[in-house]
Nanobody
C-alpha cells in the first residue's frame, strides 16, 4: 500500500500562488494515476488534477490554465503548482492514487490511497 504525505499549503491572498508537494512511499502500481482532490466542509470531494501513468494530465474545468500538475523524475514526488488563486480554491487538498483517470471524474471515484491533506486558504 502506498503512503502519501502532502506539504506546501498555507494562506495567501487572491491572485497569489502556492506549490503543493506530495511524497509517496511504499508500493506504487506502475499503472496508477496520481493526483489531487480537495474538500471543503459540507461538500463532496472534488477532483482537481491528475496525471496518468503515461504522463497525460487531467484538470477540472475551474482550475484549467491556473494549476499545473507534475511529477518528479523518480515519480514518487507529485506537485501541484497553483497560480491566480481564488477564494473558491480554499479547501483541504489531498494527494491521492487511483486505479484509473481516463477523465478527471474517474480519478476521484477510483481512489485507493490518499494522504492526510494540507490546508489552502485564499482570502479576498
Amino acid at each position: 500500500q502506498v503512503q502519501l504525505v502532502e506539504s506546501g499549503g498555507g494562506s495567501v491572498q487572491a491572485g497569489g500562488s502556492l506549490r503543493l508537494s506530495c511524497i509517496a512511499s511504499g508500493y506504487i502500481d506502475s499503472n496508477s494515476c496520481m493526483g489531487w482532490f480537495r474538500r471543503t466542509p459540507g461538500k463532496e470531494r472534488e477532483a482537481v488534477a491528475a496525471i496518468d501513468s503515461d504522463g497525460s494530465t487531467r484538470y477540472t474545468d475551474s482550475v484549467k490554465g491556473r494549476f499545473t500538475i507534475s511529477q518528479g523524475n523518480a515519480k514518487n514526488t507529485l506537485y501541484l503548482q497553483m497560480t491566480s488563486l481564488k477564494p473558491d480554491d480554499t479547501a483541504m487538498y489531498y494527494c491521492a492514487a487511483a486505479w484509473g483517470c481516463s477523465n478527471i471524474v474517474q480519478f476521484v471515484t477510483h481512489l485507493n490511497s490518499w494522504g492526510r491533506g494540507t490546508q489552502v486558504t485564499v482570502s479576498s
